[in-house]
């Protein structure tokens, strides 16, 4: 889809739930949240463009882009609505879908979204997050079609957050799609006032 080589994976039967990762993550992240939804559901998790076992162009990643991967893998998979839960990007890339096209949408879980770069935590300092790049590194060797090339991909995506998102007030008051907007009391990336800005406005 969109020039690239997306990998997905589909995992029991029901009502459609896309499980969307987070920034250099991959979709195994997400393996007991399909244990246990999968005896009631239909779960598709998939690889960002990029990360994991999906390709790249040289085209800048940015969230309307793999937004609008996730749709043209729905299309693909025949499917009209489904509810969507996202963790960090993949929160972000669920209210990019919200905003733009709601009708695609039963319902989204917004894990560790934000809506604007000015709503993300310093973190070079965190313990948490150093340990997080030197797993996905390690991970994206082993899973990726292009192995030697994370640091073209990490600078990507670096300047994706720098710049991205920008949803307005506006955009956010205007959500139709029933929203939990939800983060850990102790996340290390996403500052607590913009969880709460956004979900004052849904």
């Given at each position: 889809?969109?020039?690239?080589?997306l990998w997905y994976?589909?995992?029991?039967?029901g009502?459609?739930?896309?499980?969307v990762?987070g920034?250099?993550?991959n979709?195994?992240y997400?393996?007991?949240?399909v244990?246990?939804l999968a005896p009631h559901y239909?779960?598709?998790?998939?690889?960002?463009r990029g990360h994991g076992?999906?390709?790249?162009?040289a085209t800048?990643?940015?969230y309307?882009?793999m937004s609008?991967?996730v749709?043209?893998?729905?299309?693909?998979?025949?499917i009209?609505?489904?509810?969507?839960?996202g963790?960090?990007?993949?929160?972000i890339?669920g209210?990019?879908?919200?905003?733009?096209?709601?009708?695609?949408?039963?319902?989204l879980f917004?894990?560790?979204?934000n809506?604007d770069?000015?709503?993300v935590?310093?973190?070079?300092?965190?313990?948490v997050w150093?340990?997080?790049?030197?797993?996905?590194e390690?991970e994206?060797?082993?899973?990726?079609?292009?192995?030697?090339?994370f640091?073209a991909f990490?600078?990507?995506?670096?300047?994706m957050?720098?710049?991205?998102?920008h949803f307005?007030d506006e955009q956010?008051?205007?959500?139709?799609?029933?929203?939990?907007?939800?983060?850990g009391?102790h996340d290390?990336?996403?500052?607590?006032?913009?969880t709460?800005?956004?979900?004052s406005?849904i």
């Amino acid at each position: 889809v969109n020039g690239i080589r997306l990998w997905y994976a589909v995992f029991g039967e029901g009502p459609p739930v896309v499980l969307v990762h987070g920034g250099f993550a991959n979709a195994d992240y997400w393996g007991l949240q399909v244990r246990a939804l999968a005896p009631h559901y239909k779960v598709i998790v998939l690889d960002s463009r990029g990360h994991g076992r999906s390709s790249r162009t040289a085209t800048p990643i940015g969230y309307d882009l793999m937004s609008s991967d996730v749709l043209a893998l729905l299309d693909y998979l025949h499917i009209r609505k489904a509810a969507l839960v996202g963790w960090s990007d993949g929160a972000i890339i669920g209210l990019d879908i919200a905003i733009h096209h709601p009708e695609r949408l039963t319902k989204l879980f917004a894990f560790a979204a934000n809506s604007d770069p000015s709503g993300v935590a310093d973190v070079s300092n965190s313990q948490v997050w150093t340990a997080y790049m030197q797993r996905v590194e390690h991970e994206y060797e082993n899973l990726s079609p292009t192995p030697d090339q994370f640091k073209a991909f990490r600078s990507d995506i670096m300047n994706m957050w720098a710049t991205q998102p920008h949803f307005s007030d506006e955009q956010l008051r205007h959500i139709s799609v029933p929203t939990w907007i939800v983060d850990g009391d102790h996340d290390a990336a996403i500052k607590r006032e913009n969880t709460d800005h956004m979900a004052s406005l849904i």
